[in-house]
């Protein structure tokens, strides 16, 4: 799967609060990367989820390792 970074496609922050709250009471972390992948589709949606503490230690590793390297150096 490849991410497409497309700033016309970005969430509203009301939704971004309401996703990155069901990403926090997900307990597995194969189902929080997989809600991320399908909802954030822009830059700037990957930048506010980073920002907003809802990942935790392993939780980055088994995101990244999901992107190619486009992805990976689109957001870092």
Known sequence: MELMLNENDRISDIKIRKLVDCIVGRKIIAEKVLLI????????????????????????????????????????
């Open 37 to 76: 992948r399908d909802h954030f589709v822009s830059l700037h949606d990957y930048l506010d989820l980073l920002n907003s503490g809802c990942l935790f230690d392993d939780e980055y590793d088994a995101l990244f390792a999901t992107f190619g390297n486009f992805e990976i150096s689109c957001i870092l």
